[in-house]
């Protein structure tokens, strides 16, 4: 299912997650760390992969296209719970 965030957005949601959650997201969907880091905007392709989302610039850091919200999805259950 794919989603449309502003940048901004999906910063924001990384930003309320506790320490550790990258890790703990990257075990439960076994990735690697790198890969839900580039989902969040991060850019380390060399040890993680392209994670599916796409981003124009605009207002409010642009517009940001989830492929697949699986990741984003568990971060939010992980922001609500802690």
């Given at each position: 299912?794919?989603?449309t965030i502003t940048f901004n957005e999906l910063r924001r949601i990384k930003d309320q997650l506790p320490d550790g959650s990258m890790h703990r997201i990257a075990e439960k969907l076994?990735?690697?760390v790198?890969?839900?880091r580039n989902y969040f905007g991060g850019a380390?392709?060399?040890r993680g992969e392209s994670a599916g989302?796409?981003?124009e610039q605009g207002?409010?850091?642009g517009v940001v296209t989830l492929d697949d919200t699986t990741i984003l999805d568990l971060a939010?259950?992980?922001a609500e719970s802690k």
């Open positions: 299912m794919t989603k076994d990735l690697n790198e890969t839900v380390n392709y060399i989302i796409h981003i207002p409010d850091g939010m259950e992980i």
